[in-house]
């Protein structure tokens, strides 16, 4: 092929001026941060080190010993060694009452201080929200679908059990009325079928459209030419600082300087083979261009002049097809190699089927990851304590955070990865790093945003045990069994529970650092403190630790409203007009973060809602706060604002977010029907909760409408959801 024109150091790759963006001041902020990295000799003769492992250049050339200092952490790195260490209390206090839910399990029903939690006491509801207690008519409402469902419930039997996923939530008998109530409106539509074919029916697997990505498009080096002619060192070069600029910002799992300064260079000088090595990089360059078209490609489609948000290509063929082709004609070679490019190929297999919208395929991708992993560390557990081990973290968490999700929401099965936690350990982040890895660092805080990620994720398997593995959830009242109750009307162990689950969720968002935090109340506001990349510095008030209880919208009606200045908008529900722009696709990051703390919080809540809409009589103050609580999580997810909803593709997991944004307009459409929600949503929820209420309804039939042409399974939660809020068309 031929030489490249310019040996591609970190130095001399561009970066697209409209992924990335930086100042010469931010750049020599952190070149402190860089030269740590040095070795002793390199830093004695005050000259460049390039910092390879076991030995650098000037080392081996004149044969001296190399020695490599532990760097000392810049106040970065404090912030992200910070976050980790909160993960090791977390899961302290997790285990904690994880065993303490055990204990009382086997014991029986017991009273709010028996988990014994002196600095996490639950809240007092009644006290707390003095005169906004309900009317007392509420909790006297009636239940108006086509019966009350507490009288046919069968007396000693469990009424309700924690379930996570939408497509459990579909079992619900107050779902199963409503889809009775739209039959007749979608005679095609076999609701019945949905217990028994689960989440394949709601993801569309059985339709023909979703049986895999067509195979034709590759390019044989020996028979076409074409490889020649696209695989250009521009193209290469751009796709490639495409994807460090993206899609490794949200999963971390190549090293940038490694690939440009020795992946790149040897494969173009070479050419490219079934080398494991050829295989990651067609992969790279077929996710480099989903980065470039998945951003600033053609639509799709376009509905009422409103351009899709889904950009590049088509469903048939998705950017990079004939790259990723390529690649995956190569992967049976290494199918089996126990090594941490193996892992690696898979995951960037993964990433591309879920930027294509086929989820199986990505689950499947993902499962392979994680088995992979779990080969490596089983077969090779020196690696755990090589140079490369903070590369095996970062997969092996970002594949954590993937396992979890798809498991919490869709019920694939866990791998076994999660028993590796403990030998593997946190990820670091300690290099050595190139400046463009620093500059997107400086301005992202990718490494931030992955760390607080995984604090959240085992916050969300410590709720789910905890939520899975209590006592009985309904309890024996007057005969009749109610959720939450136990027999001397004080509140039941697992309504303590989410009370003080809540209580950690809320924790975990008052710790994070100030350029991540944001204000509770308004998930589209810029973070606390938002410096050097938005031009100035711009302090909205820092968010706290608070109880749910203890929320502005919760206050007593009779003191006066405290007004506060809006804070500035990271994210806009106005869909139609120009997004915004970021560097390093920093809204996804942020988007991400944010909604999934939301997801957590509507999760955590969620069984409050099904007590209001099941046992209407028997719903307490503490009870309708729960589900004002769980109502309020719902709303205005920042994924589906803008501008991330603007390029779906760049969207990880992106058919969780599908799932649930079904699901709450399926409860947000029950609110405004039974009458025990519509008066918690009108005396609990807040002034602002209507008008944010119609604006999520906006903003997730929009996403479900954008998405049914390219997804076989939004398809069907668009059928469902037009039948119900009487949508015509579309």
Not at 197 to 216: F, Y
Not at 310 to 321: F, I, M
Request: aromatic share 8%; with cysteine.
């Amino acid at each position: 092929m031929g030489d490249p024109p310019a040996t591609p150091t970190s130095a001399t790759v561009d970066a697209s001026p409209s992924i990335a963006s930086s100042s010469s001041s931010n750049i020599r902020k952190e070149r402190g941060a860089i030269a740590a990295q040095a070795c002793d000799t390199c830093r004695s003769r005050k000259q460049r080190c390039d910092e390879q492992r076991p030995k650098c250049g000037t080392c081996q050339k004149f044969r001296l010993e190399c020695n490599y200092r532990e760097p000392v952490p810049t106040k970065k790195d404090k912030t992200l060694v910070e976050i980790l260490e909160r993960l090791k209390g977390l899961d302290d206090r997790l285990l904690n009452l994880e065993t303490k839910v055990d204990d009382l399990g086997h014991r029986g029903s017991a009273g709010p201080s028996a988990l014994g939690f002196p600095h996490l006491q639950a809240p007092d509801y009644a006290s707390q929200a003095g005169a906004a207690m309900i009317d007392p008519a509420l909790t006297a409402a009636p239940f108006n679908l086509q019966h009350d469902l507490s009288r046919n419930a069968p007396v000693g039997q469990d009424q309700y059990k924690y379930v996570s996923s939408v497509h459990q939530m579909l079992g619900w008998p107050a779902v199963q009325q409503l889809f009775a109530s739209i039959q007749a409106r979608l005679p095609h539509v076999n609701f019945s079928s949905l217990e028994r074919d689960g989440v394949s029916h709601m993801l569309g697997v059985h339709r023909p459209e979703s049986q895999g990505l067509p195979s034709e498009g590759t390019m044989r080096t020996e028979r076409s030419p074409g490889l020649l002619t696209t695989l250009t060192w521009e193209n290469v070069r751009m796709w490639s600082q495409a994807y460090f600029d993206t899609m490794n910002l949200f999963y971390p799992i190549l090293d940038r300087q490694s690939f440009m300064q020795e992946t790149l260079p040897s494969l173009y000088r070479s050419g490219f083979s079934n080398s494991i090595s050829s295989t990651i990089a067609l992969l790279v360059f077929a996710l480099g261009e989903v980065s470039l078209e998945g951003r600033e490609g053609a639509p799709v489609h376009v509905y009422n002049g409103r351009a899709s948000g889904v950009k590049g290509g088509s469903k048939a063929h998705p950017p990079g097809l004939s790259l990723f082709n390529e690649a995956r004609s190569r992967m049976g070679f290494d199918l089996t190699e126990c090594s941490l490019e193996n892992v690696q190929i898979f995951a960037l297999a993964s990433a591309y089927y879920g930027s294509c919208f086929y989820p199986m395929d990505f689950w499947r991708m993902t499962a392979s990851t994680s088995l992979a992993l779990q080969a490596l560390i089983t077969s090779n557990p020196g690696e755990l304590s090589s140079p490369r081990v903070d590369m095996i973290r970062r997969a092996f968490w970002h594949c954590s955070i993937l396992e979890t999700s798809l498991n919490l929401e869709l019920g694939f099965p866990l791998t076994g990865l999660e028993r590796m936690e403990n030998n593997v350990g946190l990820p670091t982040f300690s290099g050595p790093f190139c400046e463009d890895d620093v500059i997107s660092n400086q301005q992202s805080h990718f490494q931030e945003h992955f760390a607080s990620q995984i604090v959240l994720r085992r916050l969300l398997v410590g709720f789910h045990h905890a939520l899975s593995n209590t006592a009985p959830m309904s309890a024996q009242l007057g005969g009749v069994p109610t959720p939450f109750t136990s027999a001397n009307n004080s509140p039941s162990l697992s309504q303590i529970t989410i009370q003080q689950l809540g209580l950690q969720l809320e924790q975990w968002r008052g710790m994070l650092p100030p350029h991540l935090r944001w204000q509770e109340d308004c998930p589209g506001a810029f973070p606390s403190t938002t410096t050097d990349m938005f031009g100035g510095s711009t302090h909205t008030p820092a968010s706290t630790p608070i109880s749910p209880s203890m929320s502005h919208t919760s206050q007593p009606s009779s003191l006066p409203a405290v007004s506060t200045p809006a804070p500035p908008l990271m994210f806009s529900t106005d869909l139609d007009s120009p997004p915004a722009q970021y560097p390093y696709v920093l809204d996804i990051q942020v988007a991400l973060l944010r909604s999934r703390y939301y997801y957590a919080k509507y999760l955590l809540h969620r069984p409050f809602l099904y007590k209001a809409l099941h046992y209407p009589d028997s719903v307490t103050q503490d009870d309708a706060l729960g589900a004002a609580e769980c109502l309020k999580a719902s709303l205005k997810w920042p994924v589906a604002m803008s501008p991330t909803c603007k390029h779906k593709r760049l969207v990880p997991c992106m058919f969780f977010f599908t799932q649930n944004f079904f699901g709450i307009l399926l409860l947000l459409h029950l609110s405004t029907t039974v009458p025990l929600l519509r008066r918690i949503r009108s005396t609990l929820c807040g002034e602002r909760f209507e008008m944010d209420a119609r604006e999520t309804v906006g903003l997730y039939l929009d996403w479900l409408r954008d998405l049914k042409p390219i997804d076989g399974g939004t398809a069907w939660h668009w059928e469902v959801v037009r039948a119900i809020y009487g949508l015509e068309g579309g």
